[in-house]
């Protein structure tokens, strides 16, 4: 369980750990059942405060059969066990039986904030997967995400209503305040390569970053921004709103954030789409 990270909580008081400005790539897991899951991260455990932003997930796989969350795994059997943000973060190329992005179990208390799904595999949710067993777990705040070319679905849940999906880019659709279903004009698509398997040598992971023109441009909801828990422009003020993106630019230039872990207009430079100015 875990593959890259296994954070655990040790029923203690809730104490502050943060997964931050990490490349979280090709870790597998290969036992079946809890023991495999959660390939990239797996996050469980009583008194975990956990906070994942600026991270890039690319290329995880929970290979046996009946594992789940190719990328990050996050379980609690109560909604005040544990707590996790997932914020500006990417999530591509990850595989598992359930979640290929995302796997949430029981009743964790759950963010997924500002980020990019897209290209994971799953035989059920290959974006993000909830499966709770108990009708008082708690809704799941899923605000300006673009989930798209996740397969076979970019949602899914067990039981319905508990995903609250707002000012997000689903591709097939979903109900929720200023969501759409608009191809995101991603710089480059994914592909997993002639051998058809993500995780190994010959993957490209495109780049999931938005074009100009991106319906997502200005298209999220600045008021549903989370702050800066995480310090991520280690300035040590922790009580603004979120102010950068996924690649370390300012999180809002004009009228509204833009869906999704990057923000088009923020970037400087060439002009070129590349590691170096990623616009």
Known sequence: EGGGIYALGKNEDFRDSWIKRCT????????????????????????LRLFIVNTLFRGNRALASGANGGGLYISAPGSDDIGVDIVNSVFVGNTATQGGGIHLRDKPNVRILDCTVGYNQAALGGGVRWDFFDITAPTIPVY???????????????QSNKLEVRHSDVQGGWTGTGNINSNPLFVATASTGPDGVWGTSDDNYGNVR????????????????????????????????????ADQFARVVSSQVDMGAHEREGCTGNGDCDDEDPC
């Open 210 to 245: 938005t074009l100009s023109g991106s319906p997502c441009i200005n298209a999220g909801s600045s008021s549903l921004l989370p702050l800066d828990d995480a310090d991520i422009d280690d300035n040590s003020v922790f009580n603004e709103t979120l102010p950068l993106d």
């Open 24 to 47: 979280i790539e090709r870790n597998w897991t290969s036992q079946n059942s809890n023991s495999g899951w959660g390939a990239g991260v797996s996050a469980t455990g009583v008194g």
């Open 144 to 158: 300006n995400l673009v989930l798209w070319g996740n397969s076979p679905d970019q949602l899914s849940e067990y």
